[in-house]
């Protein structure tokens, strides 16, 4: 079973920061790619920023300047460090990884995994 749990959401004033993290746990062979979506009251779910094992990133045009996404291969854990903050950035934050879970001796699949979610308020 594999894991995703993230951490350092909370309240912030508008022009602050923040910084969000995401660990991943339990049979993880690799991960593959990491990703940050976040969902608004009432809004749906949208991405803002992925990284592959490579280090390739991409950010949503909304957010491009002011967050930078992050990855750790050796603790399994990402992060999302958020400056600038706008109340649009107001949003329930989700942590999502593809990732081969599972062992060479035992056997290997693939498994897309989703954080519970960390609520970021910005006020104004």
């Known amino acids: 079973q594999v894991q995703l749990v993230e951490s350092g959401g909370g309240l912030a004033q508008a022009g602050g920061s923040l910084r969000l993290s995401c660990a991943a746990s339990?049979?993880?062979?690799?991960?593959?790619?990491e990703a940050w979506y976040r969902q608004a009251p009432g809004k749906q779910r949208e991405l803002v920023a992925s990284?592959?094992?490579?280090?390739?990133?991409n950010y949503a045009d909304s957010v491009k300047g002011r967050f930078t996404i992050s990855r750790d291969n050796v603790k399994n854990m990402a992060s999302l460090q958020m400056n600038s903050l706008e109340p649009e950035d107001t949003a329930v934050y989700h942590c999502?990884?593809?990732?081969?879970?599972?062992?060479?001796?035992?056997?290997?699949?693939?498994?897309?995994?989703w954080g519970q979610g960390t609520l970021v308020t910005v006020s104004s």
């Open positions: 999502n990884a593809d990732i081969t879970a599972g062992s060479l001796r035992d056997s290997l699949r693939p498994l897309e995994v």
């Open positions: 339990g049979r993880i062979f690799r991960i593959n790619a």
């Open positions: 990284i592959t094992s490579g280090g390739t990133t």
